[in-house]
């Protein structure tokens, strides 16, 4: 089932997005779910994020593979989305990712908060999986489905979930929305590590964390970055 | 009451620059006060600051009503600028911002100082509001006259205030001067921050903040930058 | 005998690679063995990398001497691919920088490890040379065979090599292999030391660094990040 | 006298190399002695060293007043290089700036020193100067000769000096030298402040700061930096 033509360039954007905003680098992909098609989601196939073109876009069913035969090759990470779609059927979107920022946070036992209003987004807790508690030593790749669906549990009902020794996945109710929680989580872990060399970190209250978490992740606040975002990735060819 | 040509040039370039410059990213706004009529301050549209245009620019009141119907989204934080500007009739441009070298200094108990020369145009002292003593839990926004009110009482007489757990507003005499002000108000940020990790830091005594920020917040230094920084960014459209 | 035109201009973009990605500044070099005679290596003429052309390209015994005369200057410090593809026969690519990140391993006891996934492609041990222990007081160049030879004596079995007060040499069995171990082992430095602020670091297990480095290092991961690093490093002129 | 055209480009290309590589911002400056006539030297207008152009060029007395009358604007502060070239008939140029690697080392008491082979060439020790002693509460510039004088005293036979809550001068035997001192200084300091948050140091032995520092100040090194940095600054209109 094709996903609408401005779908298909809004996915290839927000790739570019994430890439020109240095939250992906070589590696790291993001996908959406079918707006009308639960049991379907489209990510690219095995490319750099920046170089992802339309044509690259593949459907995959929510076992992760592709829905009809593709020549290229595909992400061996495929499953962190397939899972998290069929664990969470409020998800619509999904990121996976190793912004510097966010590593120093996967490699030690600090939290990982919202410290401004737009860190908020992030969600209210991040919670930390480890794929050693029970996989043991692996390539650090999630790359089958018991990985997947391990991941898609300590993810839970949050939204942002790091990944020891590896990374973060981001979920959300939409590619935007996906996009921020993205790009501002990395910023909020900067701001936090930074913060935590001059003295003891007062993050968000609870009631913080709601409210602006709820009002960044409005349009006003999405499409305001995002129209700038689009702007600075340059047009999809 | 329209604002003569090349103030709104210059408003829009400082958007710009401001931008350019890392001191905004989709966030945070620069406006100005009319000239010759104390009642009326500039502004953009919600928009990114980077893409702003000056068709993007509205007349507000200092309610921080626009004076004239408008079809478009406006700032919830405009009070921010109509408050300042009501409480200081010295303040002719204010910006506020979220730049990543300063907040650190919203999220720990640490005083932001000037630590060199250039960072003396802060001021001689920085204040700090938290809105949560007065509101409680918000989304952090300052979204109302209340909280702008709040805000303004808080910078007092001086330039620059912070914002716990959200940014800085900061205050100048003309739009040059705010541009400055912000600019290397963030780089000193950074050098404290820097510097504080290797020793104990010692920040300029209180007659070279005097001296140091008046030599540098005079046209020899404003042009010069300015110079530079409209050149960085480019020309207005 | 002539490299041919296909590895010359990988090793070429190689060179703009590593500049671009900001691992070389106008120092470091990277060269290549002979893919079918073991007893030659290619290496550019002393010059930045950035500016590196395919006429540079000249090429070394395993004496580290230019097989042909030529007009150009050369490294001193092409001893230091001489002597290890002599010490090494599996070693096809040799690259040694001063990448900014790397450098305070270099000038503090504190062990480089590998903390994230990619960063696994450095090697599971990262060894240290001090010129200073067998050769005292020198520019701390690698200028003769006795001291490559002590520099290919630390490296041993490894792939990367900490220089005291001085760098780095990564070593591979291809040119994409070096290109991707120096660039990774760069971000993992940066990860690294970001992290030891933040809390104590619990890098890779052993089990994780060898499948990690070894996956990370497959054609599926290296042709990915060289197709995006060589779009962003531009055409071979 | 006029500069010879050559030597002209060339320190107009030191401008903006510096302002391209991020040791100069809007502020600082750099100039040269002439060649031939020991008591002229040549430094810019009052403009921002990336904008400088060749026509912005003055001729000055060793008393830092210009040999003709100009009818622009001209640096307070050049009383710096007119006092280091009098009481230093060795220094052919000097740079004078606030390059934020080098500020954290001005505002506390910790010692610069030279962490790795390129970083030799700031000189083997560098003093600081603190103009509050002499001259109390002051704007912090360097604005008369006593100041001037006083700032030469504390550099001595050295060619690097920090200056207490403002920046550095740097002074060298030729106007590539002063490029290449200038830039590996702060490229040191950033190395040196990232390491000492690891652990402790260890900074070059004295032998090694002599040899690394003429090996690196010699044409070798200079010429390959310098085209480099030149590519990069772009062609002097």
Redo the contacts between chains.
């Keep these: 089932m094709a996903l609408p033509a401005n779908h298909l360039t809004d996915l290839v954007l927000a790739s570019h997005i994430l890439a020109n905003e240095g939250v992906l680098?070589?590696?790291g992909h993001v996908s959406m779910r079918h707006p009308d098609r639960a049991d379907r989601f489209y990510l690219s196939r095995?490319?750099?994020p920046?170089?992802v073109e339309t044509g690259d876009i593949i459907e995959f069913d929510l076992g992760s593979e592709p829905v009809a035969p593709t020549g290229h090759?595909v992400f061996?990470e495929r499953v962190i989305h397939g899972c998290i779609y069929r664990a969470r059927p409020d998800v619509m979107a999904v990121c996976h990712h190793?912004a510097?920022s966010i590593?120093?946070?996967?490699?030690?036992?600090?939290a990982l908060e919202p410290?401004?209003?737009?860190g908020a987004t992030m969600g209210e807790t991040v919670p930390v999986w480890d794929s050693?508690d029970e996989f043991?030593?692996?390539?650090?790749?999630v790359a089958n489905e018991a990985q997947g669906d391990s991941l898609a549990r300590a993810l839970g009902g949050n939204w942002t979930v790091l990944m020891?020794?590896?990374?973060v996945t981001v979920a959300a109710r939409g590619l935007r929305e996906a996009v921020f929680r993205s790009i501002y989580g990395a910023?909020n872990a900067?701001?936090?590590?930074?913060?935590?060399?001059?003295?003891?970190?007062?993050?968000?209250?609870?009631?913080?964390r709601?409210?602006?978490g709820?009002?960044?992740l409005s349009p006003?606040?999405l499409d305001?970055?995002w129209?700038?975002?689009a702007?600075?990735a340059g047009p999809v060819a």
């Excluded at 410290?115 to 737009?118: A, M, N, P, Y």
């Excluded at 043991?136 to 790749?141: F, K, M, P, R």
């Excluded at 900067?190 to 913080?208: F, I, K, N, Y």
């Design positions: 680098d070589s590696f095995a490319r750099a920046a170089l090759r061996a190793h510097p590593l120093p946070f996967c490699v030690t036992p600090v410290v401004f209003h737009l050693h043991g030593d692996t390539n650090l790749l020891r020794r590896h990374g910023r900067e701001v936090q590590s930074r913060a935590m060399l001059l003295g003891p970190v007062t993050p968000l209250t609870l009631g913080e709601r409210a602006a709820e009002f960044n006003i606040a305001r970055a129209e700038q975002w702007h600075d």
